[in-house]
Each structure stands twice: as C-alpha cells, then as structure tokens.
Nanobody, 115 residues
C-alpha cells in the first residue's frame, strides 16, 4: 500500500522559515519524481516544486529562490525548505507522486504565514 504523509507545517511570521517533510512507504522511492503542491482557500491546487529521481529540481516562479526541495532516498523522504515566507504562501501543502500509473497524495500540512 502506497502511503505519503506530510509534516512540518505550522504558523510563522512573514520572513520566517519552515521545513516540510513527506514520508513515503510502499514505493521504490528512489526512482520516482516527487512533487509539492499547495492549495489556498478558493484557489486551485498549484505545483510549487518538483524533484526528479536523479536530483534535478523545478520550481514555480512564485517560490523560486525561496524554496528548496530535496530528497533523502535512505529514508524515502522528500523535503521542502521554505525561506522568506510571505503571507501569500499561506496554503495547505501536499506531496504527490505518480506510481505505476496511479497518482498518490498525502493528506497535506497547513502553512499559515502572518504579515
């Protein structure tokens, strides 16, 4: 059974930092791309960061230069380091992967940034 669980969310003031983690099980983690999405109330879910199995990363323009995604293949865990947080970063953050033709999501973790 594939399982993704996000952690590390919380409330922070603008300019602060948080580090999110996505623990996985049930997949051969090291060969799959891991994605980070976020969804604010009333808005569509948007892709903010991606890390490919061999390490390259992509970021949305809205977080580029502030967020960094990484992966620890020994722990089957993806991470999202978020620095210089802005109030517009407030959202629920999800990790996601596509495994053998199916898409899997965690339940998400809430990030709230106060101005």
């Amino acid at each position: 059974q594939v399982y993704l669980r996000e952690s590390g969310g919380g409330s922070v003031q603008a300019g602060g930092s948080l580090r999110l983690s996505c623990a996985t099980s049930g997949i051969n983690f090291k060969i799959y791309t891991m994605n980070w999405y976020r969804q604010a109330p009333g808005q569509e879910r948007e892709l903010v960061a991606r890390i490919f199995s061999n390490g390259p990363t992509n970021y949305s323009n809205s977080v580029k230069g502030r967020f960094t995604t990484s992966r620890d293949n020994t722990r089957s865990t993806a991470r999202l380091q978020m620095n210089s947080l802005k109030d517009e970063d407030t959202a629920r953050y999800y990790c996601n992967t596509n495994y053998k033709g199916s898409t899997y999501w965690g339940a998400g973790t809430q990030v709230t940034v106060s101005a």
